[in-house]
């Protein structure tokens, strides 16, 4: 999805991409504040044949696993869409350590 945005007369053209959040990503306003970045619209979305999993290794007394989605037919993970432009999904894949984007 792409935007048309009129800046001091000039027209400029920004890529929007919709990004899906769970847990701890899913208040909007957290979001923005500690992960820096704009959300241009959100909705309640579910991600259909996927698994909520806590397979990633973190800090073993304080916050032992954090939380990631498997692949698992029949399952669903209920979370939030988010629609942001391609530098705040940059940088939001930054914070979050992703090196893989699931499309």
């Not at 769970?22 to 959100?42: C, F, P, R």
Request: aromatic share 8%; net charge negative.
């Amino acid at each position: 999805m792409s935007r048309v945005l009129t800046c001091n007369k000039q027209l400029v053209r920004t890529m929007a991409m919709w990004s899906f959040g769970y847990g701890s990503n899913m208040d909007v306003t957290a979001l923005q504040a500690k992960k820096h970045v704009k959300v241009i619209e959100h909705t309640p979305a579910v991600l259909p044949d996927y698994k909520l999993a806590f397979s990633i290794k973190a800090m073993t007394y304080a916050e032992p696993a954090f939380a990631s989605v498997r692949k698992l037919e029949g399952e669903e993970v209920h979370g939030v869409a988010f629609l942001m432009d391609e530098e705040s999904l940059e940088e939001l894949d930054r914070t979050e350590a992703v090196t893989t984007r699931l499309m």
